[in-house]
């Protein structure tokens, strides 16, 4: 029996949400031998390449306005977005990044408010953020309730979801111009890895190919370059043409729980009920200020 082209849409958002959820896996275990910084370069030099073979034009000069917007849109969602990212995992649990990446659609409503002058977020917004924040709280403490270093890592979580927030608030502003979404992915790759060019001496950047003698690592970093930074743009762009963007947005908040899920499979963290409480309050809250969850009205 053939598959309908909305059957077909909402499969591929869920596997692309499933290689989403699982990349601060890969990432947690090529920290072991990589820097933050080198995995961040390798996997987008990868993926920008990659790019290239899906969609091999060229990508005309757009101006001097624009050209801008896409340079922004690198900075803050290659280059800032995931160095935090990364350097938060070094310090954190895979898991504790994960839920806290599901507060970007909240950091992002605020700021589309500001800069694309979307419409005022009613009260149910934020009463979201507000149980979202108590659960970031929670998870950060993990039941433990004293300071710890762990909250350097929770802290650069969330201000790369403030990174990723300023990123979708330029991809809006670009795609406004309907250029294709891949040449439009690859320039922002381009500007990311350009602007990402001082860190690998601030970080002191080291090649080290033998490295990657290990299949280990190989896997991981064709997983992050090809699948997760590559192929699931071109996925998830794909998948929101069958189905249309809003009922595909849900998925989105799938990602914590795989991330979860695999971290207690692959990597053997722990996970406390104070943990799971705050994993639900967390999406609560942001499926609340989304408008995914209605409040009855006595």
Known sequence: MAISKRAQGHLIALITIFIWGTTYISTKVLLTDFKPIEILF?????????????????????????????????????????LCENIALTYTTASNVGVIASLAPVFTAILAIFFLKAEIPPVRFYIGCLLAILGVALISFNGKFVL??????DLLAVIACLFWAGYSILTKKSSSYDYNIILLTRRFFFYGLILMLPALYIFDFEWGLSRFAKLTNVFNILFLGLGASAICFASWNYAVKLVGAVKISIYIYLVPIITIVTAMLILKESFTWIAAVGTLLTLSGVLLSEGKIRVKRK
């Open 148 to 153: 710890s270093l762990n909250l350097l890592g």
């Open 42 to 82: 390798f996997r987008f030099v990868l993926g920008y390449f990659t790019l290239w073979i899906l969609s091999p034009r060229l990508f005309a000069w757009q101006g001097i306005r624009q050209e801008l917007m896409f340079l922004a849109a690198g900075f803050c969602g290659v280059t800032s977005y995931f």
